[in-house]
């Protein structure tokens, strides 16, 4: 009956969809909306600033770029960034648990996904731990986001290494853009509270904003694990909260001159039930089932100054500290990471034909970790220090018409020694509605503390004694290397219609892999004696993959508006070590997401996502096993409705088609988990 209900209201979406549109625009009351007010040309003149470090058209920009805007944030009714990374084609994104997201564009994707890299305001979020991005700890306050840049591809010419498939840059909004009193609060079956608050004042020439916010969510569910006998509908017991604040300041003794100060400050709680190795005396299948909690803080200050020297020449320079915690009750690992970032950038027209970007940068990077038998690193303490330079032109071949952009980055690391990362892009605008671009890139993933120091027990096997399975890290390991070719085209056939379409061809050498051993006795107060049967960490792989990316965006009427995105992905690894996780099926062949901004009224809104993703053929079930994840169909809709000036009241349904459904395979020592139907109220004040 109920899933009946579900279908019927996709099919009622479609046909209001349909009506709105025969009815023509001029039926339909304009509300205070900036999307719907903006069109189709508005909205590919966004300026962005990732794709070259200083702003261009997004239609004009020689990269497969993509930009979700706070109106996007707004009427998705989605309550964080993975989510709302869904609406990116290209982007593989899964969650795995209450808290846990893998996250990757273009493959490879996993607990820490190594080829993303993720920026807020300019500063990386990018854990030299494990290389990825601790997406729990992420929290920005969704109404601050000015915009998120989405670059599929690699950025590395001018973001560095790690910058190999892509690069996400969050872009909070000036203090001055969030003056007044903001008060928002939610509550649904899954996030159980949230409520935010923020304020923005002038003094001066000096705007600044503060914000607290907090959140309080519920735990999903397990997924049916044959290989270890967990039963479907268990709760999971990964509940959690978190509480952030921050401030803002921006100023300016003139136009040619900006400062920017901010910083945020959190704190959280994370539950989890976790199954850890054990020996054969505890269980039949090896394991132990826990109930685990890990405390998370941190804290970030960063500055940013830029000056304007002349017409057509600019510096820019930024500092900023980050301070990470964690630290697990049961299992007993810990982390803490301060990495302290010096950035310099100039922007310089030389002529009517040169734009040059160059830039020098340093990062410090300590890393403190407290082990356990399960989780370990040696040495315990690591330094890290990163020199790097870039330099880019811009060439304008034709002007207003064809540009060849040339440019590398230099950089020398503690891991690997020198890595250098060149590119070249070209971009021939033949009108002012139509882009056709093409690029050759090289990046590089360099290793990280677990590639070079962990130990991480993976699994015991029943033997006499027992045999404990364990990853290790491999002193010698070499960077990742990529070359990628990349082919796209935008066009605007006419004022209410848009195409994005991507081509892309990567090819990489001294891929993430794994060489057996040599197995011998070892003993510990946990264990007792047992054989240690070592994983150690290489690069011996290689891999190709390819695909294509297709967005667009259709005014059906002045007030309806649909966006929609899919993307075809094929991926060829050749394996020539030990296989501990899968060899293929991280990321799905096919993706599909079509969204729609419905204006009922001047004061009402019904906004419609569905989502489409492929199965995923070969993943590991955490324990030794390889299951399938089904492909999965996700309907989610938004009901609002604006009162009065300054109040805006949602009703959200997410995940509406299914009770539950599983996207990924569980992270290190999770058993699998589905993802449930979250329905969810919001009110947000302005005054």
Sequence with gaps: ??????????????????????????????????????????????????????SEKASQAAAAIYVIT?????????????????????LQVAQTGSQNWAITSRGANGQFANRLLVLIDGRTVYT??????????????????????????????????????????????????????????ATGNHERASTAARYGGTSGDLSYRTYAQYFNDNQERTALNNTVGIPEGKGAKDQWDNAQGGFRMDWGTSDKEQQTLQ?????????????????????????????????VSGMNVLGRWKHELSTGSDVALQAYYDDVNRQAEFTGYSFHTQTFDLDFQHNWTIDSRNNVTWGLGYRRIDSGSGGSFYVSFTPQNFYENLYSGFV?????????????????????????????????????????????????????????????????????????????????????ATADVVTAYELGYRILPKETLSFDVTGFVNEYKRVDSFTDGVSGPASNPIMGSYTLFPELSTNNDSAETHGVEVASTWEVAKNVKISGGYTLYYEKIHAVGTILGPVRGTAPTQQF???????????????????????????????????????????????????????????????????????????????????????????????
């Design 70 to 90: 706070q109106e996007d944030i707004r009427r998705s009714g989605l309550q964080s960034v993975p989510e709302l990374l869904r609406m990116v084609p290209g």
């Design 128 to 185: 030299p731990i494990f290389n990825g991005v601790w997406w729990d700890v992420q929290n920005v306050m969704l109404e601050d986001i000015d915009r998120i840049e989405v670059i599929r591809g690699p950025g590395a010419t001018l973001w560095g290494a790690n910058a190999v498939n892509g690069v996400i840059n969050i872009i909070t909004k000036s203090a001055k853009d969030t003056q007044g009193t903001l008060l928002t609060g």
């Design 593 to 687: 997401n079509a969204r729609s901004y419905v204006d009922l009224t001047h004061d009402v809104q019904w906004d419609t996502m569905l989502y489409y993703v492929d199965h995923l053929p070969t993943v590991s079930d955490g324990f030794g096993g390889m299951v399938t994840v089904p492909a999965y169909t996700r309907l989610d809709m938004r009901l609002g409705w604006s009162p009065m000036r300054g109040l805006d009241m949602s009703l959200i349904g997410q995940n509406l088609l299914q009770s539950q459904h599983q996207e990924f395979s569980p992270f290190v020592y999770q058993t699998p988990e589905e993802i449930g139907r979250t329905v969810l109220a919001k009110a947000t004040l302005r005054f």
């Design 392 to 476: 880019q032109d811009k060439i304008a071949l034709v002007q207003d018409k064809l540009y060849l952009t040339l440019g590398t980055k230099l950089e020398h690391n503690d891991f690997s020694g020198f890595e250098w990362e060149p590119s070249a892009r070209i971009a021939w605008t033949p009108t002012a509605n139509q882009t056709l671009w093409s690029s050759v890139s090289r990046a590089v993933r360099t290793p990280d503390q677990g590639d070079q120091n962990a130990n991480l027990v993976l699994a015991a096997l029943p033997s006499s004694p027992t045999t404990i399975v364990a990853e290790q890290g491999v002193p010698t």
């Design 1 to 54: 009956m109920r899933n009946h209900l579900f279908y019927t209201l996709t099919v009622t979406s479609a046909l209001s969809l349909l009506s709105l549109a025969a009815h023509g625009a001029d039926e339909a009351p304009q509300d205070m909306s900036g999307l719907l007010n903006l069109s189709l040309q508005q909205l590919s003149d966004i300026d962005v600033t990732s794709v070259s470090k200083k």
């Design 263 to 295: 910083g945020d400050v959190y704190k959280g709680e994370e539950h989890s039930l976790r199954f850890l190795p054990v020996t054969s005396t505890v269980s039949s299948f090896l394991l132990n089932e826990v109930k685990e909690t890990e405390d």
